[in-house]
């Protein structure tokens, strides 16, 4: 808990030090160039393991995501990664709850195929990488307590920016002080759909401590390809008079791994707040 | 004007989307099993049917056994009643890795009153360790015998994280001694990591121990393996030459039944005693509709000659505790190891 809120007391540092620093003119477009972002993190997960339970364990997840990325007039490259921690619980089983970490991580190679107005509204497409691989540990359980598993999908994007700008006169907002310049905002909304699913989770019936005495967990995971898995995120940037700029992220996330028996449901609804440094 | 136009159909394609992806949370997740006594029982009936490796090898008609409990269930029982059902079901397997916990009761399968109790622990304190025994990590030892020269080496719980090194070091205490008894009665098991820590110190040479199945499918024989385990002379170990005689009873089980079978492979152990209470099916766990916990074996464990011995590993010299020794302060299955040590 105490280093989830050095986290989030960083990141609040880092962006009252970057509105205080709207110096630099407007003159250069920022919606485009290379930049490094990093964001607050909470995710509300639901997740049922069929091989274990009928019920769906749901919680909060708190953590952070860092990304690196470059958006020209034609690409949209960007990798990003980041961790979340928390426990979930079934509102009828009093006695126990679940407690996960999460690693999530995603690549995107996306291309303009269609723009309007100059550029202000277009449409790119491409493939995406999207995984998270998470320990759960459920007591519940029992000898099945523990999971490591890995999800990891191939999919095709489609995405639609739309940015807007206005004119701004100085002024304060609070204590931060606004300065005069043209002020640039992007909206977008971005569909990903599964072109490849693959899970790599505990088989028909898994164990954590096996009968040679090495408590290996992944000794029973399988890989498997099949089920199902989509993912919409949509992004508002803020762009700040330097070149970095605010962003806030909706996020779902929801996947059904293949397999009747042992199937795994997970479903995330993330809240990303973050900024981008402008790396250009 | 464009603008307008822009922004509304921007608005309306960001409602379009969240009205899609929410629907298509709804096809992912599939709607949870109804929470009722009869959802719960034939949950756990089919889990137990699909899952549970040893139907065959105890000759249980789970079929039979459905029909003998689903006209128990009703649906206005109460939960305790509800327990009670699932219990007497699931105590139809005469497994003790079967459980059903609840917030106000847990289930269990009394294997260690299938035999007669061959161990007293009043008479192993008092006139065997007595008060001069050493403790050693999760070992009690001392030396025992009329002259004081066979080893005793008492562990009660494969719960109890053994080093090697407390292994080691019992064996080079105990490297004048004739040999050394090495009891795990009524040792209810716990980590099988423990198993290896002792018998890789005590075995002389790399022995196959037993083959393990993981139950890889809901077809009766629809399993995984075998996974070869064996035991490897650890490069550090104190070269003990002796015999040792591992004492076992009907309350040996799980992790210490598994032990028992891995020491009837290897050459310098003896298996003394009662037969062991079983467990060599590893169980797993799992939940029902209504939040209650179940758990039960779901691999089998076979000896490298083939047989199942989940129903209790043999003694290779079966010894019983005497009640008349056991009341003038005797212990008749040390004794009788004693005697064999001194052979």
């Not at chain 2, 719960?40 to 137990?48: H, I, R, S, T």
């Not at chain 2, 106000?104 to 009394?110: N, P, T």
């Not at chain 2, 098991?189 to 037993?210: E, H, P, R, V, W």
Request: proline share 3%; with cysteine; net charge positive.
């Amino acid at each position: 808990m105490n280093k989830t809120c050095l986290l989030y007391g960083l990141i609040l540092l880092s962006s009252i030090q970057s509105l205080l620093a709207q110096e630099k003119s407007a003159q250069t477009d920022y919606r485009y160039g290379k930049y490094l972002g990093m964001a607050a993190l909470a995710d509300y997960q639901s997740n049922r393991d069929l091989g274990v339970s009928p019920l769906t364990y749901r919680g909060f997840l708190f953590g952070g995501m860092g990304e690196l990325g470059f958006e020209g007039k034609r690409w949209d490259i960007a990798i990003d990664g980041g961790v979340g921690v928390g426990d979930s619980k079934v509102k009828k089983v009093a006695t126990f709850g679940a407690s996960s970490t999460v690693f999530y991580y995603n690549g995107r190679f996306l291309y303009k195929f269609w723009d309007k107005n100059e550029g202000n509204l277009d449409f790119r497409a491409g493939l995406q990488l999207g995984g998270y691989s998470a320990q759960r540990v459920t007591p519940a359980f029992l000898n099945a307590s523990l999971v490591w598993e890995s999800i990891n999908t191939l999919f095709a994007t489609a995405k639609v920016n739309w940015r807007i700008s206005h004119t701004q006169t100085a002024g304060r907002f609070l204590f931060i002080r606004r300065n005069a310049g043209v002020r640039h905002v992007k909206f977008s909304s971005q569909l990903s759909l599964p072109l490849l699913h693959s899970v790599w989770r505990p088989d028909y019936a898994y164990i954590e401590d096996f009968s040679d005495g090495d408590a290996n967990v992944y000794a029973n995971n399988k890989l498997n390809f099949g089920g199902i898995r989509f993912q919409w995120r949509t992004d508002g940037y803020y762009y700040l008079l330097n070149g970095n700029a605010l962003r806030l992220t909706y996020l779902w996330d929801a996947q059904r791994s293949p397999g009747e028996i042992n199937r795994l449901e997970l479903g995330h609804h993330q809240l990303l707040f973050g900024l981008m440094f402008r790396l250009n | 004007m464009n603008q307008r136009i822009i922004k509304s159909f921007s608005i309306f394609l960001f409602c379009c989307l969240a009205l899609f992806v929410f629907s298509c949370e709804q096809l992912i997740f599939d709607q949870e099993v109804a929470d009722n006594p009869r959802q719960n029982f034939e949950y756990l009936w089919k889990e137990c049917n699909e899952k549970y490796s040893f139907f065959d090898y105890k000759k249980i008609d789970w079929q039979a056994t459905y029909n003998k409990y689903s006209p128990q269930i009703k649906d206005k029982m109460t939960s305790d009643e509800l327990f009670k059902v699932l219990f007497a079901m699931l105590n139809e397997l005469q497994d003790g890795h079967v459980n059903l916990i609840s917030p106000f009761r847990s289930s269990r399968y009394d294997f260690d009153l299938l035999g007669p109790e061959n161990y007293d622990l009043r008479v192993v304190r008092e006139n065997y360790l007595k008060n001069d025994y050493v403790i050693t990590g999760p070992f009690e030892h001392a030396l025992v015998g009329s002259d004081k020269r066979i080893a005793y080496v008492r562990y009660s719980s494969f719960s109890d994280k053994v080093a090697p090194a407390y292994v080691n070091f019992l064996l080079s205490y105990y490297r004048n001694a004739q040999g050394l008894i090495f009891d795990i009665r009524q040792n209810g098991g716990g980590s099988a990591a423990n198993i290896f820590k002792i018998l890789n110190m005590m075995a002389t040479k790399k022995t196959l121990l037993y083959n393990s199945y993981l139950k890889s499918g809901p077809g009766k024989e629809d399993y995984e393996g075998p996974q070869a385990v064996f035991a490897e002379p650890d490069k550090d170990r104190f070269n003990f030459t002796k015999k040792i005689v591992v004492l076992i009873d009907r309350g040996t089980f799980s992790a210490a039944s598994f032990f028992a079978l891995g020491a009837r492979e290897l050459d310098n152990m003896i298996l003394m005693g009662d037969k062991t209470g079983g467990g060599l099916g590893l169980p797993n766990g799992g939940q029902l509709p209504n939040g209650w916990t179940y758990r039960f074996s779901i691999s089998r464990t076979l000896s490298p000659a083939g047989e199942n011995f989940e129903s209790g590993v043999p003694p290779d010299i079966q010894v019983l505790l005497k009640k008349s020794d056991r009341d003038r302060g005797v212990d008749t299955v040390i004794e009788r190891a004693i005697e064999e040590l001194k052979k």
